[in-house]
């Protein structure tokens, strides 16, 4: 059985950094693309960026570009996410989300076959 667990959200304030990860078990993760969403209260999750199994990277949009950094450790099973710079508007609930498929990558959240449960990043400003 496939599971996600997130880790490593927090409090912090604007300007800080933060780095989440998400321990993947119960898969061959080498064959699987990875991905980090975000949904804020009150609005729709949002694709922040992807990883697949050759290490080729997605994109967000332009809000999370420069400052957020996707990357796998396939020997430890692990995704992670290196956000600069936060602002106050990246406060969400930060999911990782995996797909088992060898195609291109979309951000539709419903194209994603696994998710976990969750961290909450705040930024305060």
């Known amino acids: 059985q496939v599971r996600l667990v997130e880790s490593g959200g927090g409090l912090v304030q604007a300007g800080d950094s933060l780095k989440l990860s998400c321990a993947a078990s119960?898969?061959?993760?080498?064959?699987?693309?990875m991905s980090w969403f975000r949904q804020a209260p009150g609005k729709e999750r949002e694709f922040v960026g992807a990883?697949?199994?050759?290490?080729?990277?997605?994109s967000g949009d332009d809000s999370a570009k420069g400052r957020f950094t996707v990357s796998r450790d396939d020997a430890e099973n692990t995704l992670h996410l290196q956000m600069n710079n936060l602002k106050p508007e990246d406060t969400a609930v930060y999911y990782c989300?995996?797909?088992?498929?060898?195609?291109?990558?979309?951000?539709?959240?419903?194209?994603?076959?696994?998710w976990g449960q969750g961290t909450q990043v705040t930024v305060s400003s």
């Open positions: 119960g898969g061959d993760f080498r064959d699987a693309t």
């Open positions: 989300a995996a797909k088992f498929a060898r195609s291109a990558t979309r951000r539709s959240a419903a194209w994603w076959d696994y």
């Open positions: 990883i697949n199994w050759l290490g080729g990277k997605l």
